[in-house]
Protein backbone atom coordinates (compact mmCIF):
# COMPACT_ATOMS: atom_id res chain seq x y z
CA UNK A 1 0.00 0.00 0.00
CA UNK A 2 2.94 2.16 0.78
CA UNK A 3 5.03 3.65 -1.34
CA UNK A 4 8.72 2.28 -2.48
CA UNK A 5 9.89 3.67 0.37
CA UNK A 6 7.03 1.41 2.27
CA UNK A 7 5.87 5.37 3.28
CA UNK A 8 2.34 5.18 4.26
CA UNK A 9 -0.16 6.82 2.61
CA UNK A 10 -1.83 9.85 4.57
CA UNK A 11 -3.84 11.95 1.85
CA UNK A 12 -5.29 11.35 -1.86
CA UNK A 13 -2.43 12.72 -3.50
CA UNK A 14 -0.56 9.64 -2.06
CA UNK A 15 -2.82 7.27 -2.79
CA UNK A 16 -3.00 8.62 -6.59
CA UNK A 17 0.75 8.39 -6.38
CA UNK A 18 0.49 4.38 -5.72
CA UNK A 19 -2.05 4.28 -8.23
CA UNK A 20 -0.15 5.80 -11.12
CA UNK A 21 2.81 2.98 -10.28
CA UNK A 22 0.66 0.05 -10.05
CA UNK A 23 -1.97 0.82 -13.32
CA UNK A 24 -0.94 0.16 -17.11
CA UNK A 25 -0.91 3.84 -18.43
CA UNK A 26 -4.07 4.07 -20.07
CA UNK A 27 -6.24 2.86 -17.07
CA UNK A 28 -4.28 5.66 -15.35
CA UNK A 29 -5.05 8.53 -17.52
CA UNK A 30 -8.87 7.17 -18.56
CA UNK A 31 -8.88 7.69 -14.61
CA UNK A 32 -6.96 10.89 -13.78
CA UNK A 33 -8.37 12.89 -16.33
CA UNK A 34 -10.62 15.07 -17.86
CA UNK A 35 -11.93 16.54 -21.20
CA UNK A 36 -10.11 18.80 -23.32
CA UNK A 37 -7.25 21.06 -21.27
CA UNK A 38 -8.62 19.81 -17.99
CA UNK A 39 -9.42 23.25 -16.84
CA UNK A 40 -13.05 22.61 -15.01
CA UNK A 41 -11.33 19.32 -13.66
CA UNK A 42 -8.41 21.57 -12.23
CA UNK A 43 -10.98 24.41 -11.11
CA UNK A 44 -12.53 21.32 -9.21
CA UNK A 45 -10.05 20.93 -6.82
CA UNK A 46 -9.12 24.05 -6.59
CA UNK A 47 -12.29 26.21 -6.04
CA UNK A 48 -12.93 23.65 -2.80
CA UNK A 49 -9.05 24.32 -1.43
CA UNK A 50 -9.98 28.01 -2.44
CA UNK A 51 -13.41 27.72 0.42
CA UNK A 52 -11.83 29.48 4.00
CA UNK A 53 -13.19 27.53 7.37
CA UNK A 54 -13.31 29.20 10.17
CA UNK A 55 -11.77 28.55 13.56
CA UNK A 56 -14.09 28.34 16.56
CA UNK A 57 -12.97 26.85 20.16
CA UNK A 58 -14.02 25.70 23.33
CA UNK A 59 -17.27 24.14 22.38
CA UNK A 60 -17.03 20.56 23.36
CA UNK A 61 -15.34 18.92 20.84
CA UNK A 62 -16.08 15.72 22.83
CA UNK A 63 -19.73 15.36 21.20
CA UNK A 64 -18.55 15.53 17.67
CA UNK A 65 -20.78 13.20 15.14
CA UNK A 66 -19.91 12.74 11.88
CA UNK A 67 -23.10 10.92 10.61
CA UNK A 68 -26.27 12.23 8.51
CA UNK A 69 -29.60 10.58 7.12
CA UNK A 70 -30.10 10.73 3.62
CA UNK A 71 -33.30 9.08 1.76
CA UNK A 72 -34.16 6.70 4.93
CA UNK A 73 -30.40 5.50 5.27
CA UNK A 74 -27.79 6.22 8.14
CA UNK A 75 -24.51 6.80 6.77
CA UNK A 76 -21.62 7.32 9.11
CA UNK A 77 -19.29 10.05 7.11
CA UNK A 78 -22.05 12.58 4.60
CA UNK A 79 -20.07 10.36 1.62
CA UNK A 80 -21.11 8.24 -1.06
CA UNK A 81 -18.50 5.77 -3.71
CA UNK A 82 -19.27 8.06 -7.05
CA UNK A 83 -20.38 5.42 -10.08
CA UNK A 84 -17.25 4.99 -11.79
CA UNK A 85 -17.24 3.16 -15.71
CA UNK A 86 -14.96 0.51 -15.47
CA UNK A 87 -13.81 1.10 -12.09
CA UNK A 88 -13.65 -2.32 -11.04
CA UNK A 89 -10.67 -2.98 -13.65
CA UNK A 90 -8.31 -0.83 -10.60
CA UNK A 91 -8.29 -4.17 -8.77
CA UNK A 92 -9.29 -7.23 -9.07
CA UNK A 93 -13.49 -7.32 -9.01
CA UNK A 94 -12.97 -3.86 -7.55
CA UNK A 95 -16.70 -2.92 -6.91
CA UNK A 96 -16.35 -6.04 -5.21
CA UNK A 97 -13.71 -4.97 -2.98
CA UNK A 98 -15.38 -1.46 -2.75
CA UNK A 99 -18.94 -2.21 -1.16
CA UNK A 100 -16.79 -4.02 1.45
CA UNK A 101 -14.91 -1.09 2.09
CA UNK A 102 -18.14 1.03 2.08
CA UNK A 103 -19.98 -1.23 4.13
CA UNK A 104 -17.47 -0.68 6.65
CA UNK A 105 -17.65 2.65 6.56
CA UNK A 106 -21.18 3.08 6.73
CA UNK A 107 -21.59 4.48 3.44
CA UNK A 108 -23.17 4.09 0.47
CA UNK A 109 -21.70 2.73 -2.91
CA UNK A 110 -22.87 3.20 -6.23
CA UNK A 111 -22.78 1.07 -9.29
CA UNK A 112 -22.19 2.18 -12.60
CA UNK A 113 -24.26 0.99 -15.64
CA UNK A 114 -20.93 0.36 -17.11
CA UNK A 115 -18.96 -1.04 -13.65
CA UNK A 116 -17.17 -4.40 -14.39
CA UNK A 117 -19.16 -6.14 -11.71
CA UNK A 118 -22.74 -6.94 -12.04
CA UNK A 119 -25.85 -5.86 -10.08
CA UNK A 120 -26.22 -9.20 -8.35
CA UNK A 121 -21.91 -9.82 -7.64
CA UNK A 122 -22.52 -6.56 -5.84
CA UNK A 123 -26.08 -7.34 -4.03
CA UNK A 124 -24.53 -10.49 -2.70
CA UNK A 125 -22.05 -7.99 -0.81
CA UNK A 126 -23.98 -7.41 2.51
CA UNK A 127 -27.81 -6.61 3.29
CA UNK A 128 -26.83 -2.65 2.72
CA UNK A 129 -28.13 -1.75 -0.49
CA UNK A 130 -25.93 -0.50 -3.22
CA UNK A 131 -26.64 2.51 -5.10
CA UNK A 132 -27.51 1.72 -9.00
CA UNK A 133 -26.33 4.55 -11.25
CA UNK A 134 -27.82 4.79 -14.80
CA UNK A 135 -28.29 6.24 -18.28
CA UNK A 136 -31.06 6.78 -20.73
CA UNK A 137 -30.45 3.89 -23.13
CA UNK A 138 -32.34 4.16 -26.86
CA UNK A 139 -33.96 1.06 -25.95
CA UNK A 140 -36.52 1.92 -23.58
CA UNK A 141 -37.14 -1.95 -22.76
CA UNK A 142 -33.12 -2.67 -21.58
CA UNK A 143 -33.78 0.47 -19.40
CA UNK A 144 -37.11 -1.07 -18.22
CA UNK A 145 -35.17 -4.71 -17.79
CA UNK A 146 -32.06 -3.20 -15.90
CA UNK A 147 -34.49 -1.03 -13.67
CA UNK A 148 -36.19 -4.71 -12.98
CA UNK A 149 -32.95 -6.41 -12.26
CA UNK A 150 -31.64 -3.69 -9.99
CA UNK A 151 -34.42 -3.21 -7.68
CA UNK A 152 -34.39 -7.13 -7.50
CA UNK A 153 -30.85 -6.85 -6.05
CA UNK A 154 -32.02 -4.81 -3.50
CA UNK A 155 -31.37 -0.83 -4.89
CA UNK A 156 -33.80 1.49 -3.72
CA UNK A 157 -31.58 4.42 -4.87
CA UNK A 158 -31.30 5.40 -8.40
CA UNK A 159 -28.64 7.77 -9.74
CA UNK A 160 -29.70 9.05 -13.13
CA UNK A 161 -27.38 10.26 -14.94
CA UNK A 162 -28.04 13.45 -16.99
CA UNK A 163 -25.37 14.56 -18.49
CA UNK A 164 -24.16 12.36 -20.82
CA UNK A 165 -26.07 13.00 -24.31
CA UNK A 166 -23.01 13.90 -25.88
CA UNK A 167 -19.36 12.67 -24.62
CA UNK A 168 -16.73 14.69 -23.81
CA UNK A 169 -13.42 14.75 -25.81
CA UNK A 170 -10.86 13.40 -23.55
CA UNK A 171 -7.72 14.04 -24.63
CA UNK A 172 -5.83 11.48 -22.85
CA UNK A 173 -7.80 8.64 -23.93
CA UNK A 174 -7.15 9.49 -27.72
CA UNK A 175 -3.54 9.53 -27.34
CA UNK A 176 -4.08 6.06 -25.65
CA UNK A 177 -6.38 4.64 -28.46
CA UNK A 178 -9.20 4.15 -25.96
CA UNK A 179 -11.51 5.17 -29.18
CA UNK A 180 -8.83 3.46 -31.29
CA UNK A 181 -7.01 4.40 -34.13
CA UNK A 182 -3.52 3.61 -33.33
CA UNK A 183 -0.97 2.23 -35.66
CA UNK A 184 0.57 -1.32 -34.39
CA UNK A 185 3.57 0.32 -32.59
CA UNK A 186 1.08 2.10 -30.45
CA UNK A 187 -0.99 -0.80 -29.95
CA UNK A 188 1.60 -2.27 -28.69
CA UNK A 189 3.02 0.32 -26.10
CA UNK A 190 -0.78 0.97 -25.01
CA UNK A 191 -1.55 -2.76 -25.01
CA UNK A 192 1.40 -5.59 -23.74
CA UNK A 193 3.91 -3.44 -23.18
CA UNK A 194 1.62 -1.51 -20.83
CA UNK A 195 0.87 -4.90 -19.27
CA UNK A 196 4.52 -5.88 -18.88
CA UNK A 197 6.02 -2.70 -17.09
CA UNK A 198 2.86 -2.94 -14.83
CA UNK A 199 3.14 -6.99 -13.79
CA UNK A 200 1.06 -6.44 -10.98
CA UNK A 201 -1.97 -5.57 -12.12
CA UNK A 202 -1.62 -7.49 -15.22
CA UNK A 203 -1.65 -10.71 -12.97
CA UNK A 204 -3.96 -9.46 -10.40
CA UNK A 205 -6.41 -8.01 -12.32
CA UNK A 206 -5.61 -8.68 -16.27
CA UNK A 207 -4.75 -12.33 -15.89
CA UNK A 208 -6.85 -13.49 -12.89
CA UNK A 209 -9.50 -10.74 -12.28
CA UNK A 210 -12.12 -11.41 -15.73
CA UNK A 211 -14.61 -11.80 -16.61
CA UNK A 212 -13.83 -7.96 -17.60
CA UNK A 213 -16.99 -7.11 -19.52
CA UNK A 214 -19.50 -4.49 -18.37
CA UNK A 215 -21.33 -7.20 -16.23
CA UNK A 216 -24.74 -5.50 -16.62
CA UNK A 217 -25.16 -5.02 -20.16
CA UNK A 218 -23.18 -7.63 -21.41
CA UNK A 219 -26.15 -9.74 -22.06
CA UNK A 220 -26.74 -6.90 -24.73
CA UNK A 221 -23.75 -6.57 -26.51
CA UNK A 222 -23.78 -9.20 -29.10
CA UNK A 223 -20.11 -8.63 -30.46
CA UNK A 224 -18.27 -8.77 -26.90
CA UNK A 225 -14.91 -9.92 -27.19
CA UNK A 226 -13.10 -6.66 -25.99
CA UNK A 227 -13.85 -3.10 -24.01
CA UNK A 228 -13.97 -1.36 -27.86
CA UNK A 229 -17.08 -3.41 -29.00
CA UNK A 230 -18.52 -2.79 -25.15
CA UNK A 231 -17.12 1.27 -26.41
CA UNK A 232 -18.74 1.15 -29.35
CA UNK A 233 -22.55 -0.61 -28.35
CA UNK A 234 -22.04 2.62 -25.53
CA UNK A 235 -21.59 4.81 -28.16
CA UNK A 236 -24.76 3.64 -30.52
CA UNK A 237 -27.29 3.43 -27.12
CA UNK A 238 -26.74 6.42 -25.24
CA UNK A 239 -29.78 8.47 -26.14
CA UNK A 240 -28.59 12.28 -27.19
CA UNK A 241 -32.29 13.13 -28.02
CA UNK A 242 -33.11 12.94 -23.80
CA UNK A 243 -35.14 15.21 -22.46
CA UNK A 244 -37.26 16.40 -19.31
CA UNK A 245 -40.03 14.37 -20.45
CA UNK A 246 -38.22 10.92 -20.48
CA UNK A 247 -37.06 11.86 -16.78
CA UNK A 248 -40.77 12.30 -16.65
CA UNK A 249 -41.35 8.80 -17.96
CA UNK A 250 -39.12 7.35 -15.68
CA UNK A 251 -40.18 8.95 -12.77
CA UNK A 252 -43.64 6.78 -13.49
CA UNK A 253 -41.27 3.47 -13.93
CA UNK A 254 -38.58 3.69 -10.95
CA UNK A 255 -40.35 3.59 -7.91
CA UNK A 256 -37.46 4.21 -5.54
CA UNK A 257 -35.47 7.45 -4.46
CA UNK A 258 -34.66 9.40 -7.89
CA UNK A 259 -31.64 11.11 -7.13
CA UNK A 260 -30.43 13.72 -10.61
CA UNK A 261 -26.81 13.55 -11.44
CA UNK A 262 -25.07 16.38 -13.93
CA UNK A 263 -27.38 19.43 -12.80
CA UNK A 264 -24.83 22.40 -12.46
CA UNK A 265 -27.56 25.37 -13.42
CA UNK A 266 -30.00 26.75 -11.50
CA UNK A 267 -32.99 26.43 -13.96
CA UNK A 268 -32.43 22.86 -14.21
CA UNK A 269 -32.21 22.13 -11.17
CA UNK A 270 -36.08 23.79 -10.73
CA UNK A 271 -37.07 21.54 -13.77
CA UNK A 272 -35.69 18.33 -11.49
CA UNK A 273 -37.59 19.25 -8.81
CA UNK A 274 -41.06 19.85 -10.81
CA UNK A 275 -40.17 16.60 -12.59
CA UNK A 276 -40.73 14.93 -9.09
CA UNK A 277 -37.07 13.83 -8.32
CA UNK A 278 -35.94 13.27 -4.97
CA UNK A 279 -32.45 14.46 -5.18
CA UNK A 280 -30.05 15.95 -7.54
CA UNK A 281 -26.37 15.64 -7.53
CA UNK A 282 -24.70 19.02 -8.36
CA UNK A 283 -21.83 17.59 -10.82
CA UNK A 284 -19.80 18.46 -13.99
CA UNK A 285 -19.08 14.60 -14.36
CA UNK A 286 -15.25 15.44 -12.74
CA UNK A 287 -14.40 17.35 -15.69
CA UNK A 288 -14.94 14.91 -17.80
CA UNK A 289 -17.45 16.31 -19.92
CA UNK A 290 -17.61 19.98 -21.01
CA UNK A 291 -14.37 21.95 -20.16
CA UNK A 292 -14.60 25.01 -19.29
CA UNK A 293 -17.83 25.00 -17.06
CA UNK A 294 -17.43 26.19 -13.39
CA UNK A 295 -16.69 24.13 -10.67
CA UNK A 296 -18.92 22.70 -8.41
CA UNK A 297 -17.91 24.56 -5.33
CA UNK A 298 -19.01 27.60 -7.34
CA UNK A 299 -22.18 26.19 -8.12
CA UNK A 300 -23.36 24.72 -5.43
CA UNK A 301 -24.29 28.17 -2.92
CA UNK A 302 -26.24 29.36 -6.32
CA UNK A 303 -28.09 26.30 -6.84
CA UNK A 304 -28.63 25.71 -3.04
CA UNK A 305 -29.98 29.19 -2.99
CA UNK A 306 -32.20 28.32 -5.60
CA UNK A 307 -34.25 25.39 -4.68
CA UNK A 308 -32.03 24.06 -1.48
CA UNK A 309 -35.24 23.83 0.60
CA UNK A 310 -37.06 22.23 -2.19
CA UNK A 311 -34.59 18.57 -2.40
CA UNK A 312 -31.89 17.26 -1.01
CA UNK A 313 -28.99 18.38 -2.49
CA UNK A 314 -25.45 16.64 -3.09
CA UNK A 315 -22.48 17.40 -5.06
CA UNK A 316 -19.48 15.80 -6.39
CA UNK A 317 -16.22 16.81 -8.52
CA UNK A 318 -13.14 17.49 -6.27
CA UNK A 319 -14.04 16.11 -3.47
CA UNK A 320 -11.16 14.86 -1.62
CA UNK A 321 -10.57 15.49 1.98
CA UNK A 322 -12.52 15.26 5.15
CA UNK A 323 -12.25 19.45 5.07
CA UNK A 324 -14.08 19.31 1.89
CA UNK A 325 -16.78 17.65 3.43
CA UNK A 326 -17.43 20.26 5.63
CA UNK A 327 -17.00 23.34 3.08
CA UNK A 328 -19.89 21.01 1.06
CA UNK A 329 -22.38 20.66 3.76
CA UNK A 330 -21.33 23.98 4.75
CA UNK A 331 -22.70 25.49 1.07
CA UNK A 332 -25.74 23.08 0.71
CA UNK A 333 -25.13 19.90 0.79
CA UNK A 334 -26.23 17.21 2.59
CA UNK A 335 -23.64 14.92 1.54
CA UNK A 336 -20.81 14.40 -1.04
CA UNK A 337 -19.65 11.72 -3.90
CA UNK A 338 -15.73 10.76 -4.37
CA UNK A 339 -14.72 9.29 -7.66
CA UNK A 340 -11.59 9.34 -8.76
CA UNK A 341 -10.18 8.76 -5.14
CA UNK A 342 -11.67 5.97 -4.33
CA UNK A 343 -10.37 4.15 -7.29
CA UNK A 344 -6.80 5.50 -6.72
CA UNK A 345 -7.34 3.94 -3.74
CA UNK A 346 -8.44 0.70 -4.70
CA UNK A 347 -5.44 0.40 -7.16
CA UNK A 348 -3.35 1.39 -4.94
CA UNK A 349 -4.35 -1.39 -2.35
CA UNK A 350 -7.67 -2.96 -2.87
CA UNK A 351 -10.39 -2.87 -0.25
CA UNK A 352 -7.68 -1.98 2.65
CA UNK A 353 -6.08 0.92 0.68
CA UNK A 354 -9.53 1.83 0.30
CA UNK A 355 -10.68 1.40 3.99
CA UNK A 356 -7.87 2.95 4.67
CA UNK A 357 -8.13 6.05 2.38
CA UNK A 358 -12.41 6.53 4.30
CA UNK A 359 -10.48 6.19 7.72
CA UNK A 360 -8.73 9.40 7.03
CA UNK A 361 -11.18 11.28 5.94
CA UNK A 362 -13.17 10.57 8.63
CA UNK A 363 -10.64 11.62 10.76
CA UNK A 364 -10.30 15.14 9.10
CA UNK A 365 -13.93 16.03 8.99
CA UNK A 366 -14.01 15.20 12.71
CA UNK A 367 -10.77 17.58 13.11
CA UNK A 368 -12.90 20.04 10.67
CA UNK A 369 -15.98 19.68 13.16
CA UNK A 370 -14.53 20.00 16.15
CA UNK A 371 -12.30 23.04 14.99
CA UNK A 372 -14.96 25.25 13.15
CA UNK A 373 -17.59 25.16 15.77
CA UNK A 374 -19.93 22.76 13.47
CA UNK A 375 -19.11 19.74 16.24
CA UNK A 376 -22.22 17.79 14.33
CA UNK A 377 -22.54 16.89 10.79
CA UNK A 378 -25.60 17.89 10.96
CA UNK A 379 -25.59 21.56 12.10
CA UNK A 380 -22.78 22.36 9.70
CA UNK A 381 -24.00 25.55 7.87
CA UNK A 382 -22.60 28.80 6.26
CA UNK A 383 -20.85 29.85 9.39
CA UNK A 384 -18.46 27.77 9.37
CA UNK A 385 -17.42 29.60 6.44
CA UNK A 386 -15.69 32.85 6.35
C1 LIG B 1 -12.91 7.10 -14.51
C2 LIG B 1 -14.26 7.70 -14.30
C3 LIG B 1 -15.39 7.04 -14.76
C4 LIG B 1 -16.65 7.58 -14.51
N1 LIG B 1 -17.76 6.87 -14.91
C5 LIG B 1 -18.99 7.34 -14.59
C6 LIG B 1 -20.14 6.58 -14.89
O1 LIG B 1 -20.06 5.46 -15.40
N2 LIG B 1 -21.35 7.11 -14.59
C7 LIG B 1 -21.47 8.36 -14.00
O2 LIG B 1 -22.58 8.81 -13.75
N3 LIG B 1 -20.38 9.08 -13.68
C8 LIG B 1 -19.14 8.60 -13.96
N4 LIG B 1 -18.04 9.33 -13.59
C9 LIG B 1 -18.22 10.58 -12.83
C10 LIG B 1 -18.22 10.29 -11.33
O3 LIG B 1 -19.38 9.59 -10.95
C11 LIG B 1 -18.16 11.58 -10.50
O4 LIG B 1 -19.13 12.48 -10.95
C12 LIG B 1 -16.78 12.25 -10.57
O5 LIG B 1 -15.76 11.29 -10.60
C13 LIG B 1 -16.59 13.15 -9.36
O6 LIG B 1 -15.39 13.82 -9.43
P1 LIG B 1 -14.06 13.33 -8.65
O7 LIG B 1 -13.51 12.19 -9.43
O8 LIG B 1 -13.19 14.55 -8.73
O9 LIG B 1 -14.45 12.94 -7.26
C14 LIG B 1 -16.78 8.81 -13.83
C15 LIG B 1 -15.64 9.46 -13.37
C16 LIG B 1 -14.39 8.92 -13.57
C17 LIG B 1 -13.18 9.62 -13.02
Redesign the pocket.
Known amino acids: MGDSLNLLPASFADFRRAAEKRLPRFLFD??DGGAGAEVTLRR??ADWEAVQLTQKVLRDASRMDCSVDLFGEQLALPLVL??????GMSARRGEVQAKRAADKAGIPFCL????ICTLEEVGAVSDRPAWF?L?MLKDRGIVQEILGRAWNSGVRTL?F?ID?AVLGTRYRDIRNGMAGGLGPWGRLRSGPLDWLLHPRWAWDVGLKGGPHGFGNIAMYVKQSKNPRDYLHWTGTQFDASVTWKDIEWLRQVWKGNLVL??VLDTDDARQAVAVGADGM?V?N????QLDGVASTATMLPRIADAVGSDTTLLV????RSGQDLVRALALGAKAA?????W?MALAAGGEAALSRYLGLVKQDMRTALGLSGAINARDVGRGVLL
Open positions: YINTAPIGMGSTVGQYVTLKGISHGGRDGGILVGRPV
